[in-house]
C-alpha cells in the first residue's frame, strides 16, 4: 500500500551558530575598602585629624584582612585609603620632630 503526499524522512535541520561571548568575572570590591577610600580622600577637604583619619586606617586595615581572608576585590583602595590615612600622622610627626629638634639645638647653644 502506497500512501500519497508524504515524502521520504529528512535528516533535521542544522542548528544556527550563536556566538559565545565569554563571561568576565569581576571579584566583589570590599565595601571596607572603599569606605577607606573615601575617608582618605576626604582628609585633606575636611582637616587632618576631625574624623577621616582615623576612620581611613580602621576600615583600611578591615579591609586589607577580609580580601586576605575571603580574595575580593578592592585591595588598591584599601591601600590607599591606608596612605591618605597614615600621611597626617607621619607628617605630625616629622614636624614635631623637627621643632623638637630645633628647640633643643637651640637649648644647648646657649
Same mark, same amino acid.
Given at each position: 500500500?502506497v ?6 524522512p529528512t535528516?533535521p535541520?542544522?542548528a ?23 575617608? /582618605?580622600?576626604t582628609?585633606?577637604?575636611? +582637616? ?5 583619619? #582615623?576612620? =581611613?586606617? %580602621? &576600615? ?13 576585590? /578592592?585591595?588598591?583602595m584599601?591601600?590607599? +585609603? ?5 600621611a #597626617?600622622? =607621619?607628617? %605630625? &610627626? ?6 623638637l629638634?630645633?628647640?633643643i ?6
Open positions: 500500500m500512501i500519497t503526499g508524504l515524502s521520504e535528516a535541520a542544522p544556527r551558530a550563536v556566538p559565545v561571548i565569554p563571561t568576565v568575572y569581576y571579584p566583589r570590591v570590599n565595601s571596607w575598602a572603599v569606605v577607606a577610600l573615601v575617608a /582618605g580622600l582628609v585633606p577637604l575636611l +582637616g587632618w585629624f576631625i574624623l577621616p583619619v #582615623p576612620i =581611613a586606617i %580602621v &576600615a583600611g586595615h578591615i579591609a586589607l584582612s577580609q580580601i586576605r581572608r575571603t580574595h575580593q576585590g /578592592g585591595r588598591g584599601a591601600i590607599t +585609603g591606608l596612605l591618605f590615612g597614615y #597626617p600622622l =607621619a607628617l %605630625v &610627626a616629622l614636624l614635631l620632630g623637627g621643632t629638634l630645633v628647640n639645638v637651640f637649648f644647648f647653644r646657649t
